[in-house]
């Protein structure tokens, strides 16, 4: 098993007032030439926008586009006629494929949002450009794996261009869990969005993260209690 390890504190940071994000990646301004993608996982933003703070719109193409928020609720708007609100607890997608214009806005004029952005190279380019989303019982993720993008009908995901998979898990003090990669040969990319967890002789804590590859199985045990969010992907460019 080979791995990376991300800690929280040597994130790209930014500071537009409206938006305070952290940079896992190379993205806009920061760059860091060590750290511009694992594998086909482009980016991870852990992003915190104020009340009132929105991206105006703006074009993608060509990648695989997955919010999760934490607290607060986003407006999304696209050029597909997409349209709705990710509140806490829900998953979008959007594949921007050919070509797409979307904004993004807080929902609300105070209360601040906060959420990942995450962006996956695509399996096939240039298809039709779609959106969907959806809100997930938090419950069913207790100390056990709650897969919400995936390609593979079975796991009851939000379908995703490309051999990835995304999924979250609420794990208690003490508990261990194990993760199969759903490809064969594929990397995970695992992030501790609240709490404290140990992967072999590695200790993480609040957003930090780990890359690992070159298993299909690895076990966490969580220090104490711990949300979690793997990143399936591809190592290697097709």
Excluded: C
């Excluded at 904004?103 to 952005?117: D, G, H, I, M, R």
């Excluded at 200790?203 to 199985?217: F, K, P, Q, V, Y």
């Amino acid at each position: 098993m080979n791995t990376i390890l991300f800690k929280a504190a040597d994130r790209g940071t930014a500071d537009y007032g409206w938006l305070k994000p952290n940079y896992y990646f190379s993205f806009s301004q920061y760059h860091n030439p060590g750290k511009v993608h694992f594998g086909l996982l482009r980016v991870l933003n852990d992003d915190f926008i104020s009340g009132g703070g929105a991206f105006p719109t703006h074009p993608h193409d060509n990648m695989e586009i997955v919010t999760i928020p934490f607290t607060g609720a986003l407006v999304h708007k696209d050029s597909t006629g997409g349209h709705g609100v990710i509140n806490a607890g829900d998953v979008q997608i959007m594949s921007a494929g050919s070509g797409i214009q979307h904004s993004e806005a807080n929902a609300s004029a105070t209360e601040p949002v906060t959420l990942f952005q995450i962006w996956v190279y695509p399996k096939v380019e240039n298809i039709k450009p779609r959106y969907d989303q959806r809100k997930f019982d938090v419950s069913d993720r207790t100390n056990k794996w709650q897969y919400v993008v995936s390609p593979n009908e079975a796991d009851n995901g939000l379908w995703i261009n490309q051999d990835a998979r995304f999924a979250l898990t609420n794990l208690s003090a003490g508990k261990a869990i194990s993760y199969s990669n759903a490809f064969k040969g594929n990397g995970v990319f695992l992030v501790v969005i609240n709490g404290s967890v140990k992967v072999g002789d590695t200790t993480l804590g609040r957003r930090d993260a780990i890359g690992i590859s070159e298993t299909d199985n690895f076990t966490v045990t969580a220090s104490e209690d711990a949300e979690l969010l793997v990143i399936e992907v591809p190592m290697d460019f097709a």
